[in-house]
């Protein structure tokens, strides 16, 4: 199988812009940003989604995130951080490595999310709400 560009950049295979690194995560800047100062936070070992990876790592993973947040949001002046981890390819998923997203936003930065968003019907909140205890 084909490495995924994620693990190319790890195994410094390609170049990227390192931010954060060590024996378990890298942070990089996203090559094609949001905005300016795009993170992303990846596993080094290659769990395709949040799914697969172990609680302990994904923890971890977060861990590094949060205080690569806070670093980002001080240096860049940012108003605020959207954390985003995209899982399967209806939710944006485009390289199938784990991996999470911290963007800086800004106001009237452009970038919109949950445009569009709907409401539960009559009951249907419960039902799901029973759906998802259940499981």
């Not at 596993?43 to 949040?50: D, E, S, T, V």
Request: hydrophobic fraction near 40%; proline fraction near 4%; charged fraction near 25%.
């Amino acid at each position: 199988m084909e490495k995924t560009i994620f693990e190319k950049i790890i195994d410094n295979e390609i170049p990227a812009q390192i931010i954060y690194e060590d024996d378990r995560v890298i942070g990089i800047l996203d090559t094609n940003p949001v905005n300016i100062g795009h993170t992303l936070v990846i596993p080094k070992y290659p769990w395709a989604n949040i799914y697969e990876i172990p609680a302990e790592d994904f923890g971890y993973a977060m861990q590094i995130t949060q205080m690569l947040a806070i670093k980002i949001k001080s240096a860049l002046d940012a108003e605020g951080i959207n954390i985003i981890m995209n899982n399967d390819s209806v939710a944006g998923q485009v390289v199938f490595h784990a991996h999470i997203h911290i963007v800086p936003r800004y106001t009237g930065d452009g970038h919109q999310h949950w445009h569009g968003a709907r409401k539960y019907e009559d009951g249907e909140a419960e039902l799901v709400a029973e759906k998802i205890i259940e499981a």
